[in-house]
């Protein structure tokens, strides 16, 4: 059945300008990391995709080896966005990435050259799409020279096949040097994406300020630390269907440490005040952070994206909240 689009899906979406660039990207992005499988509920997976367009999510984030299986993602992207919104492809972001484990052998993995042009047209097939919005080199490997990562990032957007560039994970160094050679090819770093929340701040010490001095914009990702910045994992144990319990997920039960419980209760006592949820309250704090372009939410069901979605009613922090904020994560 053909979903009806709500005429007024813009108006309730803040959109903002990412780095240099005009481009506008919405304050909340879905990430189709986890919940998008060929392993999950593709109704629900549909539902989802919807939900957000409706709710004026046109920022949708990809990358070769989501799933589980690695790729089913975007199989199930491209089967969900040809079924529903082929005709809404121009009011859509959709990025992808490369430099994960993908395939066998020396190619399917790192940042090289050779991956990143096999990947992205391998990308491009399972989705469907003719083009990328955004593709980015998924990782610094430690190894691949950032030039030639770099220029294959440049010659895929020569060739047609992305509109903009990023980079995501690169050290301090490598991702000045990126940003660097892509600004003299005359294909700017669109956006840096990193690892960000009330319970991860190393990005603080460097990326963020970084990216925002060199006018790149800035994405969040894990913005509820994969769900531990929610009330689920509060009473110390792990709920059945959580990521935490999952044999797929990536948040292992080991990670729910009694330390990072113990922050979140403190965290959540301080929402509590403000009159939003613990999840609700860390995607404000991250969004009151103007240098922050979007942050990349994973929802496993609607329910839980309308939850983060109530995050936009109240991004205004007191220095006194702020400074409580740090002390509950140790800062
Ligand atoms: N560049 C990179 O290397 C990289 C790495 C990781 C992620 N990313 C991107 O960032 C996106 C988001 O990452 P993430 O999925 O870790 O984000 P996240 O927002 O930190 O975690 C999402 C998970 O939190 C739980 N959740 C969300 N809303 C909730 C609510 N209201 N109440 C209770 N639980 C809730 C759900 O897990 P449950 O299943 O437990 O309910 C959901 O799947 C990814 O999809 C991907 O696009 C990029």
Redesign the pocket.
């Known amino acids: 059945m053909n979903y009806t689009l709500n005429p007024a899906r813009y108006e309730q979406m803040p959109y903002r300008r990412c780095g240099r660039s005009s481009l506008l990207l919405p304050a909340i992005s879905l990430?189709?990391?986890?919940?998008f499988g060929s392993v999950d509920d593709p109704v629900e997976a549909e539902r989802m995709l919807l939900h957000a367009f409706d709710a004026g999510i046109t920022h949708f984030?990809l990358a070769n080896n989501y799933g589980p299986e690695p790729g089913s993602a975007e199989q199930n992207f491209g089967r969900i966005v040809k079924k529903q919104l082929s005709s809404h492809r121009d009011e859509m972001l959709v990025s992808s990435?490369a430099g994960h484990r993908m395939w066998l052998g020396p190619y399917g993995d790192e940042s090289s050259r050779k991956n990143l042009m096999a990947s992205c047209d391998q990308s491009l097939r399972r989705t469907g799409l003719d083009y990328f919005d955004i593709f980015y080199s998924?990782?610094y490997d430690g190894v691949t020279p950032v030039e030639e990562t770099m220029q294959a990032l440049i010659d895929i957007v020569r060739q047609g096949k992305a509109l903009y560039v990023g980079i995501?994970?690169y050290p301090v160094d490598k991702q000045l040097e990126a940003y660097r050679i892509l600004r003299e090819a005359k294909v700017p770093c669109l956006l840096s994406?990193y690892?960000y929340?009330l319970q991860v701040r190393q990005v603080e010490q460097g990326n963020l300020p970084t990216a925002a001095e060199e006018g790149t914009g800035f994405v969040a990702?894990?913005?509820?630390?994969?769900?531990m910045l929610?009330d689920?994992y509060l009473s110390g144990r792990i709920p059945e269907g959580?990521?935490a319990a999952r044999p797929d997920g990536f948040l292992q039960r080991d990670q729910v440490t009694e330390e990072v419980v113990a922050s979140s209760r403190r965290l959540s006592a301080i929402a509590q005040r403000r009159g939003q949820s613990l999840?609700q309250m860390a995607l404000a704090w991250l969004l009151h952070d103007e240098r922050v372009t979007s942050v990349?939410?994973?929802?496993?069901t609607v329910e839980?994206m309308d939850?983060?979605f109530a995050s936009l009613q109240n991004v205004q922090f007191s220095l006194e909240e702020l400074a409580e904020i740090d002390a509950a994560c140790g800062v």
Do not use: V
């Open positions: 990430g189709l990391w986890h919940n984030d990435k998924h990782r995501s994970k994406q690892k929340n990702f894990s913005p509820l630390n994969q769900g929610t689920k959580s990521r999840s990349i939410i994973g929802a496993r839980q939850a983060s």
